[in-house]
């Protein structure tokens, strides 16, 4: 069944602490898995992205960490800010009818306390 | 690159009534999507073009949905008759090409309440 599922569901970090979301897919069609950045009143943004064949990413204080075998794949926040208070997203595409889609899973809200 | 643009960025109707909201993807782009995002969750698919024609739409409820794109650029979703359950944000996104997963873009979303 093509599921993405996200954990925490929210999530307080203190200014400066480490914020680290999880996702674990159970389709091994997954090819691409972006994390979405949404604010209130808007829609999701891209904030970072990984293909299978990586074990990690890194974009300034963004990392997403990726393990292919456990099918499992995080996003790591350092240094957290209190203007990083969104919700995340993690997504995975995969190909399905005549093209495929993003499957998103159900968002972590996150709070950073100054 | 002017984002997507959605219209209205809020309504509020009764059950039973109908409604629809309208999406103007970025120029180029060959594919949109609306998703329904409910309190609390991640978006879901509704329904995808390409171009002017569905791919997928097979978590469109027919039965009270429906969706069409003209001449493969602007895009309009109706909900008929409207269910409490179908309050939710509406979201349209599009990309340059279906094939991946690349340079989906969102716009804000249309909130939408039954009462």
């Known amino acids: 069944q093509q599921q993405v599922k996200q954990s925490p569901q929210s999530l307080i970090v203190q200014k400066g602490g480490i914020s680290i979301i999880n996702c674990a897919y159970e389709?091994?069609?997954?090819?691409?898995f972006p994390w979405y950045q949404q604010f209130p009143g808007k829609g999701p943004a891209l904030l970072i992205a990984?293909?299978?064949?990586?074990s990690e990413k890194k974009e300034g204080r963004f990392t997403i960490s990726f393990n292919k075998s456990a099918k499992q794949f995080s996003l790591h926040i350092m240094d957290s800010q209190p203007g990083d208070s969104a919700t995340y997203f993690c997504?995975?595409?995969?190909?399905?009818?005549?093209?495929?889609?993003?499957?998103f899973g159900k968002g972590t809200k996150l709070s950073v306390k100054p | 690159e002017a984002g997507v643009a959605q219209s209205p960025r809020y309504k509020i109707i009764e059950k039973r009534q109908s409604v629809a909201f309208w999406c103007n993807p970025i120029?180029?782009?060959?594919?949109l999507y609306w998703y329904q995002q409910i309190l609390g969750q991640g978006p879901k698919l509704l329904i995808q073009?390409?171009?002017?024609?569905?791919?997928?739409d097979s978590q469109l409820p027919k039965d009270r949905f429906s969706a069409e794109r003209l001449k493969g650029v602007d895009s309009t979703l109706k909900i008929q008759p409207a269910k409490l359950e179908d309050s939710a944000v509406y979201l349209c996104?599009?990309?340059?090409?279906?094939?991946?997963?690349?340079?989906?873009?969102f716009g804000s979303g249309t909130r939408l309440t039954v009462v």
């Open positions: 996104a599009s990309s340059p090409a279906g094939g991946s997963g690349y340079g989906y873009t």
């Open positions: 389709n091994t069609a997954f090819d691409y």
């Open positions: 990984i293909r299978p064949d990586v």
């Open positions: 997504a995975a595409f995969a190909y399905g009818g005549s093209q495929g889609n993003l499957i």
């Open positions: 120029s180029g782009h060959a594919t």
């Open positions: 073009f390409q171009n002017n024609g569905v791919v997928d």
